[in-house]
């Protein structure tokens, strides 16, 4: 498997502009969670699915940002409009069930810059 | 307060030395404890899991637990440059074992 699968890698936008990054997870698994990460805030959960739902949005910034997952294979995270401050690091994260051993595999990230 | 704190560091040590990374937890529900290695511009990747207080080790990594206290450890012995990263605590409770609570990662330079 070749893990999960983000893109952009990298992506540049002006303020105001939508910004879509996706993420293709592993096979099986029935957990996605996305992260942000910056400097100052660290590691912080954004939202996360199973099997397709999503469970817990409550680290959602603001109504600007919203995820689907449509299918087993694919999710997206939109911001409409993209600010400055939303330039961080976004990461897919997938696993296969919740038990307490499971470990979260991550994608490379999305380098997010608003200019 | 966050539920999961971790000092950011910069850790800077040379060669050889014995490494101390370490978080403290508010979240008494919390029941396994996992740290996670991440490499510049790369993703997280899980390190070591362990489940119950006490120590477990894994080559020059060891693991270490104090529920009593809440706070967990990260040791690495004869540090190499290779260990440069940033290191992430992550906790889960059992009654929400799919979501695990991330520290904020301490970043570790090993100077060769």
């Known amino acids: 498997d070749a893990g999960v699968i983000q893109s952009p890698r990298h992506e540049v936008t002006e303020m105001g502009q939508e910004v879509t990054l996706r993420c293709k997870p592993i096979s099986g698994h029935d957990y996605l969670f996305w992260y942000r990460q910056t400097m100052m805030r660290g590691l912080e959960l954004l939202i996360y699915f199973n099997n397709n739902v999503p469970i817990d949005d409550s680290g959602m910034p603001e109504d600007r940002f919203s995820a689907k997952m449509p299918n087993a294979s694919f999710s997206t995270l939109k911001i409409q409009p993209s600010e400055p401050r939303d330039s961080a690091v976004y990461f897919c994260?997938?696993?296969?069930?919740?038990?307490?051993?499971?470990?979260?595999?991550f994608g490379q990230g999305t380098r997010l810059t608003v200019v | 307060q966050k539920e999961v704190e971790q000092d950011p560091g910069p850790l800077s040590v040379p060669e050889g030395a014995i490494v101390s990374l370490n978080c403290t937890y508010s979240n008494s529900a919390f029941q396994y404890f996992m740290w996670y290695r991440q490499y510049s511009r790369k993703g997280p990747e899980l390190l070591m899991y362990?489940?119950?207080?006490g120590n477990k080790e894994d080559g020059r990594f060891t693991a270490q637990v104090d529920k009593s206290s809440k706070y967990i450890s990260l040791f690495i012995r004869d540090s190499q440059p290779s260990d440069s990263a940033t290191y992430l605590c992550?906790?889960?409770?059992?009654?929400?074992?799919?979501?695990?609570?991330f520290g904020d990662g301490t970043t570790l330079t090993v100077k060769p």
């Open positions: 362990t489940y119950s207080s």
């Open positions: 992550a906790m889960k409770s059992g009654t929400n074992a799919g979501k695990s609570t």
């Open positions: 994260a997938t696993q296969s069930g919740q038990f307490m051993n499971t470990e979260a595999f």
